[in-house]
């Protein structure tokens, strides 16, 4: 029997405490994944990162089913990946960025936070921003520094869809 969406978090990124049991190599302690509560065999699921573009992972393959709610409380809810201001200075080895910096955040497969610093590059042309593939480990501790933005993204399909869809974490 299915377990009841209402008895598991919610779905979203998280790091795992312990390896998930029957797929231990698969789904390590220590590791990044993508949650879902609910699945077609109404079993919730979790899916392996594949690979990371522009500093965000992205979660492909075939999701692993599990049973019971046990393993499921052992996960830790990681913020989004995405962008956010800082709501304080943050310090860090080598350096600081003042409080109101836009940043990126991204993760290390082993759960570990990454912050992207945006930059105003001046020899472009166009008025973008840029985050380097290059950033700064902070503790987890720091998470909480951290202030969601809204960031608005062109549609990538060329459909013509709004392009002031905004992307908020």
């Known amino acids: ?4 969406k209402s008895l598991l978090p919610d779905c979203g990124l998280y790091l795992t405490t ?6 231990e190599e698969k789904v390590p302690a220590g590791s990044i994944i993508s949650f879902h509560n609910h699945s077609d065999s109404g079993l919730p699921t979790v899916t392996t990162p594949d690979h990371n573009i522009h500093n965000r992972w992205h979660f492909h393959g075939p999701a692993i089913p599990f049973r019971g709610t046990t393993w ?7 913020p989004s ?3 956010y201001t800082l709501r ?19 993760y290390t497969q082993a759960g570990m936070p990454i912050l992207f610093v945006a930059r105003v590059r001046s020899k472009l042309d166009e008025n ?6 290059k950033g700064v480990g902070i503790k987890r501790e720091q998470l909480a520094t951290l202030e969601a933005v809204s960031v608005f993204q062109e549609p990538s399909d060329g459909a013509g869809h709004n392009p002031d869809h905004a992307e908020s974490h």
Not at 1 to 4: E, F, G, H, I, N
Not at 18 to 23: D, F, I, K
Not at 128 to 133: A, G, I, N, P, Q
């Open 81 to 83: 990946e995405g962008f």
């Open 72 to 78: 499921a409380d052992t996960l830790q809810k990681l």
């Open 128 to 133: 973008d921003l840029y985050f380097s593939d």
């Open 88 to 106: 304080k200075e943050l310090p860090f080895d080598g350096g600081s960025w003042p409080k109101g910096t836009l940043v990126q955040l991204g």
């Open 1 to 4: 029997m299915a377990t009841p």
């Open 18 to 23: 312990r390896a998930l049991p029957g797929n």
